[in-house]
T-cell receptor, first 113, second 109 residues
Framework: NAGVTQTPKFRILKIGQSMTLQCTQD?????MYWYRQDPGMGLKLIYY???????DKGEVPNGYNVSRSTTEDFPLRLELAAPSQTSVYFC????????????FGDGTRLSIL | QKEVEQNSGPLSVPEGAIASLNCTYS??????FFWYRQYSGKSPELIMS????GDKEDGRFTAQLNKASQYVSLLIRDSQPSDSATYLC?????????FGGGTRLMVKP
């Protein structure tokens, strides 16, 4: 009963390094999302995907890239990490985008030093 | 810009009282509404969904929707210390879910 699985749970990066946050879901959901949540703030949408091979930008896409080669996986790539990208990153999925709730992974806590 | 607004709180209520959490949204074509609970350091957890005007009850939780006035609320009856968390209101617009900033609820024993 895995649901949405994110790895790693914690990571510290140096400024300018790059990394990929992994997200996989086993619910056969079509839609997947990446959010960031800064301390004491709400969720901001980075990118989303409505199916394999289809991605689109959310509210705060700058500095990030995504791909969706399979239904199950939706990795988020950070290129040239900056301190402003220090945040908690959540991956979520839903069967469809309009009426179905999103199910969240446990998150990845990322610090850029 | 489509917005979802919540009072950030904290909303403090005594144990056993009714907690009332409110949310307003700007997009009149929004169709689906959700309440998520987020404990500190944890991920959001869905607790209620509502799609039509009126009330929807699930245990101690009641969601209320008024599309004409563009607000949705969550009532928590018999509040418990374990209900202390941040409650996020979320509203769909097209294919995306827009979240409010959340209301922090503190239930005091």
């Amino acid at each position: 009963n895995a649901g949405v699985t994110q790895t790693p749970k914690f990571r510290i990066l140096k400024i300018g390094q790059s990394m990929t946050l992994q997200c996989t879901q086993d619910m056969n959901h079509n839609y997947m999302y990446w959010y960031r949540q800064d301390p004491g703030m709400g969720l901001k949408l980075i990118y989303y995907s409505v199916g394999a091979g289809i991605t689109d930008k959310g509210e705060v896409p700058n500095g990030y890239n995504v791909s969706r080669s399979t239904t199950e996986d939706f990795p988020l790539r950070l290129e040239l990490a900056a301190p402003s990208q220090t945040s908690v990153y959540f991956c979520a999925s839903s069967y469809s985008g309009r009426d179905q709730p999103q199910h969240f992974g446990d998150g990845t806590r990322l610090s850029i030093l | 810009q489509k917005e979802v607004e919540q009072n950030s709180g904290p909303l403090s209520v005594p144990e056993g009282a009714i907690a009332s959490l409110n949310c307003t949204y700007s997009d009149r074509v929004s169709q689906s509404f959700f309440w998520y609970r987020q404990y500190s350091g944890k991920s959001p957890e869905l607790i209620m969904s509502i799609y039509s005007n009126g009330d929807k009850e699930d245990g101690r939780f009641t969601a209320q929707l008024n599309k004409a006035s563009q607000y949705v609320s969550l009532l928590i009856r018999d509040s418990q210390p374990s209900d202390s968390a941040t409650y996020l209101c979320a509203v769909t617009a097209g294919n995306m879910l827009t979240f409010g900033g959340g209301t922090r609820l503190m239930v005091k024993p």
